[in-house]
């Protein structure tokens, strides 16, 4: 695996993250200590033979989550009267037993339990009852529904076990299960296996076996006899060796908890890989690899080997259980379809080198090491591996966008021939022609994208300004405007105004050529862009290039590289406003979309505004007006809240005060104008004398 120079530096900044969130070992320690005396307090004379003992297991007793995780509270209870063995010569009199037995019908990780005579060590056959079923061998086992061994309350029952919820935030998980306190047999060879690394040592593996086993009432899946099967649970071994982590290991466990929880669950559901199967990942891992490893500075690569591994078992479809091997914990759960999507997901982050960590929102995790770097993750000595992973995201998208609003954006006036159209449109010839036009674009969006980066001072140097201007220019032709700007947008950023107008001024000569906004006067017209298109006398790059113009959109990573009036648009949805007709709709909000032709007269006001020419700008406000007007716009509410931006820094606060109202009755919700008033409101206090 090649290993980036940022991993050291960046693990140690995230390790120091992770203590901000509630991660120090101190704190570990206390939290342990803490459910340990609840234990022996809530068991506190709980000593006839009748009640139940409760311990606690899961993250709340290994500590081993967040505020923001909020891992449920899991008890695991057993009655003192009821004895389970393995061998009857363990029998005692006058005790509830059960015999555990294994047959060629019982899964791995599973048993059945016979029941014993009270009055002798002799195992019970051909009795069936409402507690007892008999099985294909005469066996009389007992039921994994037996109501006698579960808590009787009227609590929402989860599998197994039973919940109670306490407001919103508190969830307590109750297990019934039966205590052996003898180790499995089938689970005897964790014991003998031999550890290369001695981990855990010979000490912790005999602390373990003496812990025995519980018995949970559940069956397997894929099993025809799951109504009569146990699984077998270790949850004493796993706790006990959970407390053996190191701090560097204790942290990694809880990072893919939060990369398990963000990443994983709401694409493939929660069953799909669970905390349990990280915690088993983390068992294995620790045990063939070596102690050197597992160091504050080598956290991103214990991570990424977690998520390799655990990519291996996907493709494999088998994940061994960590005390019996032999227990397939993917068996009915992760196959087929849900198998390949998984096994890419994982390929994806491992392949992002610790640069999705920034995105895991749980106890400011992510922000947290986006700050503590003072820069992204993705800081690299190579600038051509970060330009090839920002041009793989930027084609992503921009396949999505043109793809989806294609016959609306490409208004050539030739509807009519919608049928000849997408005969040209599914050749292969065509096809290579937008994969072409796509490319442009990207270059355009990563120019953009990389010069957003460099004004936020991610990537320092006049180096990174270089680059950006260099893709900007690459994507001049992409269309007839939008290319050049948002090339002229990086012109006034850099406030090289010169350079902005004359871009400016040559967009404006070129929509004397635009079929869409042909009025009365063209030097062609609709018929002839028509007839030379289906004659084959254009191509599509050509009809694209030179008589189409697509809107300007900016995504939230161009934030900085986008002017000040428009950056509101991308806050326009705070996720509230539940609209079921549209799923994807709060993902398409966070963009700033402009139609071109307005976008262009904005431009030319603002650089104006900033020469000081007077009537040039008074010229292209009056332009902004005649658009909005006479031109059929699909970003209305952008264009008026755009207006309503250039009447406020002319002083003509009233009269954007009434455009942005009228924005807001075309379009309630969604709708960036609710900033821009509040912007308003807020001046309006400032001159008053107050803060608003």
């Known amino acids: 695996m090649e290993i980036p120079d940022y991993y050291k530096d960046v693990s140690l900044r995230l390790m120091r993250v992770l203590d901000t969130a509630g991660l120090r070992e101190d704190v570990r320690w ?104 008999l099985d294909r061998y005469g066996q009389s086992v007992l039921c994994n529904s037996t109501p006698d061994y579960k808590d009787n309350s009227t609590d929402e029952h989860h599998g197994p076990a039973n919940t109670k919820t306490y407001g919103s935030i508190l969830s307590v998980d109750t297990v019934p299960a039966f205590r052996c306190f003898s180790w499995p047999y089938t689970a005897s060879g964790w014991i003998t296996r031999q550890r290369e ?64 929880k963000y990443f994983i669950k709401p694409k493939f559901g929660k069953n799909a890989v669970t905390s349990y199967h990280w915690k088993t990942c983390m068992f294995w891992m620790i045990e063939t690899t070596p102690a050197a490893l597992w160091q504050p500075q080598n956290v991103l690569i214990c991570i990424d080997l977690c998520l390799r591994k655990l990519c291996t078992w996907v493709e494999a479809g088998y994940y061994p259980n960590y005390f019996i091997p032999s227990e397939n914990m993917f068996l009915g759960v992760v196959h087929g379809r849900m198998q390949r999507n998984l096994a890419n997901t994982l390929r994806h ?46 084609v992503t998208w921009l396949m999505v966008y043109v793809l989806v609003t294609w016959f609306e954006i490409l208004k050539f006036g030739i509807q009519e021939n919608a049928c000849i159209f997408q005969g040209r449109f599914s050749s292969h010839t065509i096809r290579q022609e937008i994969y072409t036009i796509l490319m442009t674009f990207c270059c355009s969006s990563l120019g953009s994208h990389l010069a957003s980066k460099c004004l936020e001072e991610e990537i320092t140097g006049q180096d990174g300004l270089n680059l950006a201007h260099e893709f900007l220019v690459l994507g001049l032709f992409s269309d007839v405007a939008s290319g050049k700007l948002k090339l002229a947008t990086f012109y006034l950023l850099q406030n090289n105004l010169i350079l902005a107008e004359y871009i400016l001024q040559h967009i404006e000569k070129s929509y004397t050529f635009l079929v869409s906004n042909v009025q009365t006067q063209t030097v062609l017209s609709k ?61 398409w909000q966070s963009w700033a979309v402009v139609d071109p032709k307005l976008y262009l007269h904005f431009l030319q006001h603002q650089c104006y505004h900033r020469q000081n020419k007077i009537p040039h700008k008074m010229a292209a406000l009056g332009n902004i007006l005649w658009v909005i007007r006479h031109e059929r716009l699909e970003y209305i509410d952008t264009a008026l809240n755009l207006l309503a931006y250039c009447l406020k820094k002319d002083g003509f606060v009233v009269q954007s005060y009434i455009v942005l109202s009228t924005s807001m009755k075309l379009k309630n919700h969604h709708n960036a104008a609710k900033w821009h008033i509040a912007s308003l409101i807020n001046a309006a206090f400032r001159l008053m004398g107050y803060r608003y």
């Open 527 to 587: 018929d002839a862009v028509k007839v030379a298109f289906i004659n084959g006398h254009l191509s599509t790059t050509e009809l694209i290039r030179d008589f189409t113009a697509f809107p300007v959109p900016y995504l939230p990573s161009e934030i900085h590289c986008t002017p000040k009036a428009l950056i509101p648009e991308m806050f326009r949805s705070t996720g509230s406003y539940d609209d079921s007709s549209d799923p994807g709709l709060f993902y």
């Open 30 to 133: 206390k939290r342990i200590n803490m459910w340990l005396q609840c234990e022996e307090h809530y068991n506190m004379g709980y000593g006839t033979p009748c009640r139940r003992i409760y311990h606690v297991f899961g993250s709340q007793a290994e500590a081993t989550t967040t505020v923001m995780l909020n891992a449920d509270i899991d008890f695991l209870s057993y009655f003192m009267n009821i004895s389970v063995l393995q061998d009857l010569q363990n029998w005692r009199h006058s005790r509830e037993t059960y015999l555990m037995i294994i047959d060629d019908t019982t899964p791995p990780g599973y048993v059945k339990l016979q029941a014993v005579m009270n009055d002798q060590p002799i195992a019970v056959r051909h009795v069936q009852n409402s507690f007892l079923m």
């Open 349 to 394: 982050l491992f392949g992002q080198k610790g640069r999705y960590l920034t995105r895991i929102p749980y106890d400011g995790v992510g922000q947290g090491l986006i700050t503590a770097c003072q820069c992204p993750i993705m800081q690299i000595d190579d600038t051509i591996e970060y330009i090839a992973c920002t041009l793989k995201f930027t």
């Open 197 to 260: 690394h001695n981990w855990p040592s010979r000490e912790i593996v005999s602390i373990i076996e003496k812990s025995g086993a519980l018995l949970v009432p559940v069956g397997h899946k894929e099993s025809d006899y799951k109504h009569v099967e146990w699984r077998i649970s270790l949850s004493y071994g796993e706790k006990v060796l959970v407390w053996q982590f190191n701090h560097t290991q204790y942290k990694c466990y809880v990072l893919l908890k939060m990369i398990n």
